[in-house]
């Protein structure tokens, strides 16, 4: 009990000791800056998850990581996480990890450039009725693997993927 007469709760539930409790179920506008006058409880809808995915996923997550969107980004990231029926944290974690995992894709567009180069180096001179020795073909293999990663390269920094 303080001096004061209030009963001193720790339980977050209860909010700070004393102070009335307000409920505020919209979460897009609130602006909470030390309202003295009461203690904010925040009801949302939450993702139900069953109780071993929740206490492995609990396990695992522990490094927060944020990001700074101006009102309309927030309201439109959270707008599209909801029409994919998540949760917008949620969302956001799986296409940042999506997008570092699809660091291979410098690689398969490597390999698609590779193709394309055998198939004009090789289509040309047989079109024009020439003939390809093993020697030239087997040359033109090894030129193409040393040229196209730094094609690929060069079409991912130009481009900025």
Known sequence: MLRTGR??????????????QCTRRDLYEIAV???PE???IFEANMAVLEKTQSKDRDALR???VTAKFTRQERRTVTEFARSKGMAR??????????????GNSEAS???ILGV???LVNVLRPLAAGQRITP?????LLDDISTAKHDLAAKLVTETGR
Do not use: Y
Not at 89 to 102: D, I, N, P, T
Not at 135 to 139: H, I, L, Q, T, V
């Open 7 to 20: 009963i001193l709760t720790l339980h977050p539930s209860q909010g700070r000791a004393g102070a009335p």
């Open 33 to 35: 800056s030390g309202a």
């Open 38 to 40: 009461c203690t904010w």
């Open 62 to 64: 522990v490094f927060p």
């Open 89 to 102: 944290g949620q969302w956001m974690r799986e296409v940042l990890l999506a997008e570092l995992g699809s």
């Open 109 to 111: 567009l490597a390999e």
């Open 116 to 118: 394309r180069l055998l």
């Open 135 to 139: 020697e030239a073909f087997d040359k």
